[in-house]
């Protein structure tokens, strides 16, 4: 893998910077409004509401449709061609994540709107934390490249 | 081995993207409180950390690379770089009155506080570049 990654074709290197790139953004969105939710102030609740809207999900898109600029660079969205399991592990993540993430969102703009977090505010923090742990894996995941 | 390098030195950058996301909502006027920059602070100093001595293993530890390839050197600058700037903006905003992290109140910032930061967040980006186009390797 570590051959495999050096001889990586150059015309694919803007793709993954964009892919790299569009990741890194959502993640730190993602981090930074748990960190300001699970905070007691009402401004950190807008941060956070903020955070996921302008922040995580068009970071999310950019790296969703990176990632399948890169798949399809790599010839992986051909028919009949044997997908390694590390790209569907990133796609089932990504996918999935993107559920909880408009969860997160929904919750964290009523409950910024109400002026209040209660319980609305522990469920944003228990689900961009869920995303930030399926992050964190989806790294794993893109650096070893299980099989 | 290379794997669990290669992952942890990847999780630093992102840590890196921590501090580079929340202090540019902070430049942009979003109000963020001192333990939200205190969150940002400790992700870039083990990020920073993370991404630097992991980098430099993985650099010794892969046949194709040697340290004082230009990328890599490169690398090392822009990290010092961004490093000094860094510094520059946590005291500047430990120093911006009122409402100091510090004191739980929330942050300000001044306008060349900001250029900093957007340089700092810059040099992240060029750092970026140089480990995805690696030029010369």
């Not at chain 1, 803007?14 to 009402?42: E, I, K």
């Not at chain 1, 051909?78 to 997908?83: F, I, S």
């Not at chain 2, 942050?107 to 060349?112: G, P, Y």
Request: aromatic fraction near 10%.
């Amino acid at each position: 893998m570590t051959v495999l990654g050096a001889i990586r074709p150059d015309d694919w290197n803007f793709a993954l910077f964009v892919h790299v790139l569009s990741a890194m953004v959502l993640f730190g969105a993602v981090v930074l409004a748990a960190v300001s939710v699970a905070g007691s102030q009402q401004a950190g609740l807008r941060l956070g509401f903020r955070s996921l809207l302008i922040g995580a999900i068009p970071a999310w898109i950019a790296t969703r449709l990176s990632a399948q600029w890169i798949a399809s660079k790599e010839n992986l969205l051909d028919e009949g061609v044997d997908v390694p399991a590390w790209v569907d592990i990133g796609f089932i993540i990504s996918e999935g994540s993107f559920l909880v993430l408009i969860a997160a969102t929904v919750c964290s703009g009523i409950a910024a709107r109400r002026g209040h977090g209660g319980g609305l505010r522990a469920a944003t923090v228990v689900l961009v934390g869920i995303t930030i742990v399926a992050y964190v894996v989806a790294i794993w995941v893109m650096s070893a490249k299980p099989t | 081995m290379y794997d669990w390098l290669l992952f942890f030195h990847l999780l630093a950058a992102f840590l890196l993207s921590v501090t580079a996301v929340t202090y540019s909502a902070v430049a942009l006027g979003a109000p963020a409180g001192g333990r939200t920059l205190f969150v940002a602070d400790r992700c870039w100093d083990v990020g920073g950390l993370g991404t630097l001595i992991l980098g430099v293993w993985l650099a010794l530890y892969l046949d194709q690379y040697e340290i004082w390839d230009g990328w890599i050197i490169g690398a090392i600058v822009l990290w010092l770089v961004a490093t000094g700037l860094g510094d520059g903006v946590r005291r500047g905003f430990a120093d911006a009155e009122p409402g100091t992290p510090a004191a739980g109140g929330v942050a300000t910032v001044e306008s060349r506080v900001a250029l900093m930061h957007w340089l700092r967040t810059l040099a992240v980006v060029g750092l970026l570049v140089l480990m995805i186009w690696k030029p010369g390797a």
